[in-house]
Structures are given as structure tokens and as C-alpha cells.
């Protein structure tokens, strides 16, 4: 069973996970409607890294290392929308857990089935994937996820050696 509950709560915040709900209500749905005409996920994945590549390639620090990009990734918004836990941030390693997933809430709202939220998670972070993919001295891993049913999602930055 998926346990995916905010504990903190502004109306800044609350916005800001309005908008990523939003965001991944249409995923879902285009990705219905794509299997409903015999398209398997490839083309989200791929759609999503690109998107990930772009905003790596534009909204992201290019030079600093881990150190620069950290406060950029998991800015304010983010932190409190995300409820991250930021555990270690240096220019070896950003590691995060998410403690809230809004991707997560928005899904279930739509009354999705549990089994069905992993691989959306998987196509989501596509997108960070993607990000990471655009500078070739970081590696990117996840770990748990929330969409899995674990108690937080493991983000794991670091750099190659």
C-alpha cells in the first residue's frame, strides 16, 4: 500500500504541487490514450529524457560541479513541495529523499491503480535522468520510490570517477 501524505503544508507550496499534479494528470492520460491505440511507453521515456536534457542543457548551473547545481536541483520550492530531505550535498555527492510525491497524490486521484504508478514514476524521472545525462561527470541513481510503495524516493547524484 502506498503511503504518499504532505506533512507540511503554505500556500506557496500547495501551489507548486498543484502544478506538478497537473502536470502529471496529463502524463497519465496522454499515456492512456497512446495504449488505448497499441503504443507501448518507449515514446514517453524518450519524450520525457528530452525534456530533461533540455532543461539540463538551460536551466542548470554548467560550471561548479555538484556544489552549484545542488542549489539549483533542490531549491526552496522544490525542497518544500518534494518534502526533501537533503542528507548530503558536496561536490562528490547530492544525495535526497523525497518524503511527499505529488505525482504520486495526483495519480491516485485519478483513481489509477497502484501497480500501474512504478512505471509512471519511471517515465517521470525520465526527466531527471535526462538532466543528469547532460553532464558527463554525474551519474545518476535511483533508489526507492514512493510509487513503489517505500516511505520516500532515493535520489542519488554523483560524480563519475
Known sequence: MIKNQPTKSSP??????????HRAIWMALLLEEAQKKGLDTS??????????????????????????????????????????EILE??????SIDFHYCPLVAAWQK?????????ELCDIAMDGDRGIISTFP???FHLGKTIAKGDDVCEIRISKKD
Do not use: W
Open 89 to 94: 550535498s558536496s561536490d562528490e555527492k547530492l
Open 137 to 139: 561527470d554525474r551519474e
Open 43 to 84: 515514446f514517453a521515456h524518450e519524450a520525457i529524457r528530452r525534456c530533461g536534457v533540455f532543461h539540463g542543457m538551460n536551466k542548470y548551473p554548467r560550471e561548479g560541479g555538484l556544489t552549484a547545481f545542488a542549489p539549483a536541483f533542490a531549491n526552496e520550492d522544490v525542497v518544500n513541495t518534494f518534502e526533501m
Open 12 to 21: 506557496r507550496t500547495d501551489l507548486q504541487r498543484a502544478d506538478f499534479e
Open 110 to 118: 485519478l483513481g489509477l491503480p497502484e501497480e500501474a504508478l512504478p
